[in-house]
């Protein structure tokens, strides 16, 4: 299968950015809080890397977010994981 030009292929980024964090996608997207994730990566100068989302078994979407530091990771995590 060929890939789109620019883009990685998602095992390689999952291997350079092996730090992850899965939310789940809720219904209707994450509108707005979207754009303040991107933004938290803006604001670090780093780039948003994705691993491969999923779905299970009650249909819940999930998306993960791939980091090469354990710290940003778990930064990311505290400002935008719900308990």
Same mark, same amino acid.
């Given at each position: 299968?060929?890939? $789109?030009?620019?883009?990685?292929?998602?095992? &390689?980024? !999952?291997?350079?950015?092996?730090?992850?964090? !899965?939310?789940?996608?809720?219904?209707?997207?994450?509108?707005?809080? &979207?754009?303040?994730?991107? !933004?938290?990566?803006?604001?670090?100068?780093?780039?948003?890397?994705?691993?491969?989302?999923?779905?299970?078994?009650?249909?819940?979407? $999930?998306?993960?977010?791939?980091?090469?530091?354990?710290?940003?990771?778990?930064?990311?995590?505290?400002?935008?994981?719900?308990?």
């Amino acid at each position: 299968m060929t890939r $789109y030009k620019g883009h990685t292929k998602t095992s &390689l980024t !999952e291997r350079e950015f092996p730090h992850r964090v !899965e939310m789940i996608v809720p219904k209707g997207g994450f509108g707005k809080r &979207l754009d303040k994730m991107h !933004e938290w990566h803006r604001a670090r100068s780093i780039k948003a890397k994705f691993g491969r989302s999923r779905r299970d078994e009650k249909n819940r979407d $999930y998306v993960t977010w791939c980091f090469a530091d354990a710290a940003m990771a778990d930064s990311f995590r505290a400002s935008f994981v719900r308990s």
